[in-house]
């Protein structure tokens, strides 16, 4: 599952997404875009990107004893010199190895970010 902490607000630049239940010590990391879509993707779906939107990919990161992936985004410097402007909902979902040459992904998340 995927959640996030802080605010979506762009001023305060706080929010941290979470994804739970990785299987430790795997890698992985954040997709994003600002369109949504739901096709087969692996053991799961894509929850993110479609219809000319790019998917954007976040920090890699490796889960640790905790099955847990934390990544503090910070709006000001984002992938392909991207920007969220408020009023913008973005979609966020965690892609992940599960053993080698098998993957998954978690639930999306869409935040409207505001000023």
Known sequence: MISATGSASLSANDLVLHANNIPTGNPGLFLYSKNPQQVPFGANSLCVGGAGFAVRRLAPLTSGAGTTFTFALDQNNLPG??????????NFQAWFRTTPGQFDTSNGLAVLFGS
């Open 81 to 90: 010199g991207d920007s969220i402007l408020a009023g913008e909902t973005v």
